[in-house]
């Protein structure tokens, strides 16, 4: 079956720092990958996502890039704020005549400092 | 702003009650997602529905059961409930199947 594996947290930073949270998949056929972030007492929002290998999705400084080879899917971002504050999840989907649901890794916890 | 909505916000119960949860799509998203947020278990795929008819199960108890409507809203009910049974139950809704947009959540808490 498909499962998603990311690096346990806390990650704790200071602003502007650089920030990778990595994210390795396996998975059935060919999946569709997605980052959502989780703002502390709200749902999950899609910050970006990747379709097929070397797609690159980017979206609010954030960057992820689809590696078929390495079954990765990790999340960077050249500077951070204190806004970043947030639970990260990476994630995948397979479209099939089974549905297509999202399998989420354990999420992230990124904590920035002032 | 996803375009999700979910009520309600919050239902606190006791054990061996029964309670329902709503979810109204993105307007035009015909599938419709249940997922559970516990501490122990992470985010869970419950199930789907495209279009009113159910596509996939996930790890929904039998204690538990859904539907969606004509008008794609969807209702997830829970019954007998138990203590573990408390969690955030997301819903989530698709037009392309690939990108899918989340409701706020409710948050359950049964006592």
């Known amino acids: 079956g498909n499962s998603v594996t990311q690096m346990e947290g806390p990650v704790t930073l200071s602003e502007e720092a650089f920030l990778t949270i990595n994210c390795t998949y396996t998975?059935?056929?060919?999946?569709?990958l997605f980052w959502y972030v989780q703002y502390p007492g709200e749902g999950l929002q899609l910050l970006l996502k990747?379709?097929?290998?070397?797609d690159k999705g980017s979206n609010k400084g954030f960057e992820a890039t689809y590696r078929k080879e390495t079954t990765s899917f990790h999340l960077e971002k050249g500077s951070v704020q204190v806004s970043d504050s947030a639970v990260y999840f990476c994630?995948?989907?397979?479209?099939?005549?089974?549905?297509?649901?999202?399998?989420f890794g354990g999420g992230t916890r990124v904590l920035v400092k002032p | 702003d996803s375009g999700v909505t979910q009520t309600p916000k919050h239902l606190i119960t006791a054990t061996g009650q029964r309670v329902t949860l709503r979810c109204s799509p993105r307007?035009?998203?015909?599938?419709v997602y249940w997922y559970q947020q516990s501490l122990d278990q992470g985010l869970q795929f419950l199930i789907q529905?495209?279009?009113?008819?159910?596509?996939a199960k996930g790890n929904i108890l039998e204690r538990f059961s859904a539907q969606q409507f004509p008008d794609l809203h969807s209702e997830l009910n829970l019954s007998s409930l138990e203590l573990g049974d408390s969690a955030l139950y997301f819903c989530?809704?698709?037009?392309?199947?690939?990108?899918?947009?989340f409701g706020p959540g409710t948050r359950l808490t049964v006592l």
């Open positions: 998975a059935t056929g060919y999946p569709s």
């Open positions: 990747a379709t097929k290998a070397d």
């Open positions: 989530a809704s698709s037009a392309t199947g690939t990108e899918q947009f």
């Open positions: 307007s035009g998203d015909l599938s």
């Open positions: 994630a995948l989907s397979t479209l099939g005549a089974a549905g297509n649901k999202l399998t």
């Open positions: 529905y495209y279009n009113g008819e159910e596509r």
